[in-house]
């Protein structure tokens, strides 16, 4: 089953973020069909940096194509804006579904971009923004490849004028609308109430962002199809390397934290390594 046809019956779809293919081998194998490969923990870990729109379409097509050689899980691709204007969109969306992408992710920011819950973010007209979603969608080779149209509008123009752009981009082809950052549980059921029958609807929780925190059944009942926890895992990995680099500065050793840690053996069985010294012995009997 596809994503598209996956978006279209119930329970609601989790996509936990990743950002290499270690996270999403982890994710794949805690049971999440869908993963969603977060622009924002692609900076955070690659680049150390925030995410304003530092990191290019390559690397980004990079680590998906590492991603995809790793899992067969669905891939959400956070495409930023598209790297450019409707032209550079296309080429974006050719290389990253080549690369193994299941859903490409656009937003209506202009450059350079912010996180979707950073404040003094700026936007292109709403035409544009439709413009780039159709040219989105005549650039996709498989209709498989799904096309999230994001705005921001919520905090720059208000919660009505996010929704009248996620509608225009609906009308432009868009197969999955993403309005980010709604501030309230009324303004998330306002969203769905407005737009659910348009098309499925992404819901994106951020740990300490705009948007109260609700749990994955809760989002669905409001009735959202999709819901992407994006930078969880950098955070969660962050404090635990901070907590690991104390620990072994202050006593020298790992051991203080050693319960806290996977061992040689235990990271070699996650990452398969038994399995790979098999497959390569048996190609060198295979004659």
Same mark, same amino acid.
């Given at each position: 089953?596809?994503?598209?046809?996956?978006? !279209?019956?119930?329970?609601?779809?989790?996509?936990?973020?990743? $950002?290499?293919?270690?996270?999403?081998?982890?994710?794949?194998?805690? /049971?999440? *069909?869908?993963? $969603?490969? !977060?622009?924002?923990?692609i900076a955070y870990t690659r680049l150390g940096r925030p995410d304003i729109g530092l990191v290019s379409m390559s690397e980004v097509a *990079?680590?998906?194509?590492?991603?995809?050689?790793?899992?067969?899980?669905?891939?959400?691709?956070?495409?930023?804006?598209?790297?450019?204007?409707?032209?550079?969109?296309?080429?974006?969306?050719?290389?990253?579904?080549?690369?193994?992408? !299941?859903?490409?992710?656009? *937003?209506?920011? !202009?450059?350079p971009k912010r996180c979707g819950h950073l404040r003094d973010k700026s936007l292109v007209p709403?035409?544009?923004?439709? /413009?780039?979603?159709k040219a989105a969608v005549d650039a996709r080779a498989s209709q498989g490849t799904l096309i999230v149209a994001r705005t921001d509008a919520v905090a720059v123009e208000g919660l009505d004028a996010a929704i009248a752009r996620a509608s225009l981009y609906a009308e432009a082809g868009a197969d999955v609308l993403f309005v980010e950052a709604p501030q309230s549980r009324d303004q998330l059921a306002a969203v769905t109430s407005a737009l659910g029958g348009l098309r499925p609807l992404l819901a994106n929780m951020v740990e300490g962002g705009d948007t109260p925190l609700f749990s994955a059944d809760e989002l669905g009942a409001l009735g959202f199809r999709l819901v992407i926890f994006p930078g969880g895992i950098v955070r969660a990995l962050a404090k635990t390397a901070r907590d690991y680099y104390g620990s072994l500065a202050s006593h020298g050793t790992n051991a203080p934290f050693r319960a806290r840690m996977f061992d040689f053996n235990e990271l070699n069985a996650v990452i398969g390594t038994p399995e790979m010294l098999a497959l390569g012995k048996s190609y060198e009997t295979a004659s």
């Open positions: 089953m596809n994503l598209k046809e996956r978006l !279209s019956r119930e329970p609601v779809v989790v996509a936990p973020g990743v $950002y290499d293919a270690l996270t999403a081998a982890l994710a794949a194998g805690a /049971g999440f *069909e869908a993963l $969603y490969v !977060s622009g924002a923990a *990079e680590t998906v194509a590492l991603i995809r050689d790793r899992t067969p899980a669905s891939l959400v691709v956070d495409a930023d804006t598209g790297y450019g204007n409707a032209i550079n969109v296309q080429r974006t969306v050719r290389l990253l579904e080549r690369a193994g992408a !299941s859903a490409i992710q656009l *937003e209506d920011q !202009s450059f709403a035409a544009e923004m439709a /413009g780039k979603v």
